[in-house]
């Protein structure tokens, strides 16, 4: 194994975490969903987790020719990965806090996981500047589908209270992601 299979054994564990919490979640939901109804906004949410978890995973497969084990790469996936599982792990409430619907659960805690939403574009975009500078700032449609939307979108989100903002948000984001996985 050389250091990229490494660096992509430890990205693959995180990330398979994240996709492992939030079908558990989803799991859980159904099973329960008698007692706490399933809602738009948080089944959108882990549509983008579980998304971006993929997206992730293979553009990281992509850059493999030019990926080495070093601190600064475990720390990026790191800071990639980890909001993935929180998000995962806190978007659905526990089988017995009592919530009438998912979305209530999730409208309560939409501060944090839209905060840890924004941690891996960040992340993503830091690690951009500092290996390549401005280069890949070139296409603005990439750009604003990659980072300005991510970022706005989740800032704006922390404010909103009303599902249908909730809804659009995670909508658009859910879209661009799953454009970008399929861009050239």
């Known amino acids: 194994m050389d250091g990229f299979d490494f660096l992509f054994s430890l990205y693959s564990l995180l990330l398979g975490l994240a996709v492992a919490h939030a079908m558990t979640g989803f799991a859980d939901s159904w099973v329960d969903r008698t007692r706490t109804a399933l809602g738009a906004s948080t089944i959108l949410l882990g549509l983008l987790i579980l998304l971006r978890a993929a997206g992730q995973w293979t553009s990281f497969w992509d850059g493999r020719g030019g990926l080495a ?62 290996l390549s500078g401005s280069a890949f700032l070139q296409e603005p449609l990439f750009i604003a589908m990659k980072y300005v939307l991510p970022l706005a979108i989740p800032l704006a989100l922390i404010f909103a209270g009303r599902q249908r903002w909730h809804r659009a948000g995670l909508g658009v984001l859910t879209a661009c992601t799953l454009a970008l996985m399929f861009w050239a």
């Open 69 to 130: 084990m070093d601190p600064w790469k475990v720390l990026v996936c790191l800071g990639m990965a980890l909001p993935y599982i929180f998000i995962a792990r806190v978007m659905f409430p526990r089988t017995d806090a009592g919530y009438a619907s998912i979305d209530d659960y999730y409208l309560e805690n939409r501060r944090a996981l839209m905060t840890a939403l924004l941690i891996p574009t960040c992340v993503s975009f830091a690690s951009n500047i500092a």
